[in-house]
C-alpha cells in the first residue's frame, strides 16, 4: 500500500471517455432525483410539522405552497419522486439479472425517465382537474 | 500494515464486509418506499381537497396515521442510506467524510423523530 498509491497506475475510464448512451442518462438522473428527493422530504416534514402546529401554520405552508414558485417546486419535486421511482424499478428488474441485452437496457433506458414524466403529468392532471 | 510481505501490504484494505447488508437494506426499503409512495400519491389525489381540516381529518384515523408513520421510517431510512453513497463517492477527505456522514446520522433521526411525533400528535388528538 506504501508504495501501491505513489505508482503511476492506470485510471479506469471515466465519463468523458465513452460515446454517450441512454444507460448512463438515467443512472447519472437516478442519483440526481435520489438526491432532489431530500427536498421532497423536507416538504413533506414541513407539511406534517404544519398540520400539527395548526390552522395559522398550515395556511402559511399553504400560501407559501400555491404561490408560483411552490407550484415550481412541487411539480420538481413530483417529478423527481416519480423519475426516482420508475429507474428504481428499472434497478429491481437489474438487480435479478435481467434487462442487459443492449436493446432492452436501451429500451427501458428511455422508457423510463419517459414513464416518469407521464406519470407526473397524470397526478398534477387528476389533481388540478378533478 | 506493514511494508515486509506481501500479505502485510494489503492486510487490512479489503471490504468492510458491511457492504450486501447497506446494499439489501437500500432495496428493502426501495419496497416499501414503492408501496408507501404510491398510496400517498393516490390518497393526495382521492381527497376530497387539501384543506386543513380535510388532511387533519384524514391524518386523524388510523390506517393513514400508520401509513405515514412507516412512509416516514422507510423513505429517510432510504435516503439516509442513499445519500451516505453519495457522499462516500464525493467527499475524499477522511476528516471531512467522517464529519458529514455523523450529520447525516443526526439529520436523519431528526427528521424522522419529528415526522413521528407530528403524525403521533394528530392521531392522537393534541392539535
Known amino acids: 500500500m506504501a508504495q501501491a498509491g505513489t505508482r503511476n497506475r492506470p485510471l479506469s475510464p471515466h465519463l468523458q471517455i465513452w460515446r454517450w448512451g441512454p444507460h448512463m442518462f438515467v443512472s447519472i438522473l437516478h442519483r440526481v432525483t435520489g438526491s432532489g428527493n431530500v427536498l421532497g422530504l423536507a416538504i413533506l416534514l ?47 428488474v437489474l438487480d435479478i439479472g435481467a434487462g442487459y441485452e443492449l436493446e432492452i437496457n436501451k429500451i427501458w433506458s428511455i422508457a ?14 387528476i389533481l388540478l382537474l378533478r | 500494515m506493514g511494508n515486509g510481505t506481501s500479505i502485510g501490504r494489503v492486510r487490512g484494505l479489503g471490504s468492510a464486509k458491511a457492504g450486501p447488508h447497506h446494499w439489501l437494506q437500500q432495496r428493502y426499503t426501495a419496497i416499501g418506499n414503492l408501496l408507501l409512495g404510491l398510496w400517498f400519491a393516490i390518497s393526495i ?43 462516500e463517492d464525493y467527499v475524499h477527505d477522511d476528516g471531512s467524510k467522517f464529519a458529514v456522514l455523523a450529520i447525516l446520522n443526526l439529520v436523519s433521526f431528526a427528521a424522522a423523530a419529528f415526522g413521528l411525533f407530528c403524525v403521533i400528535r394528530l392521531a392522537l388528538g393534541g392539535a
Do not use: D, K
Not at chain 1, 46 to 52: D, E, F, P, R, T
Not at chain 1, 112 to 124: E, K, Y
Not at chain 2, 58 to 83: K, Y
Open chain 2, 45 to 87: 389525489l382521492l381527497m376530497p381537497n387539501l384543506s386543513y381540516a380535510a388532511v387533519t381529518e384524514w391524518l386523524g384515523s388510523p390506517i393513514p396515521a400508520t401509513a405515514m408513520a412507516l412512509l416516514i421510517i422507510s423513505t429517510i431510512w432510504h435516503a439516509r442510506l442513499g445519500l451516505q453513497v453519495l457522499f
Open chain 1, 46 to 92: 414541513w407539511w406534517l410539522g404544519a398540520l400539527a402546529s395548526g390552522p395559522g401554520a398550515y395556511a402559511f405552508f399553504a400560501q407559501v405552497m400555491t404561490s408560483p414558485i411552490g407550484y415550481i417546486v412541487l411539480v420538481g419535486v413530483s417529478w423527481s419522486f416519480f423519475t426516482h421511482m420508475m429507474s428504481g424499478l428499472r434497478h429491481f
Open chain 1, 112 to 125: 423510463c425517465p419517459v414513464l416518469g414524466v407521464i406519470l407526473t403529468v397524470l397526478f398534477w392532471a
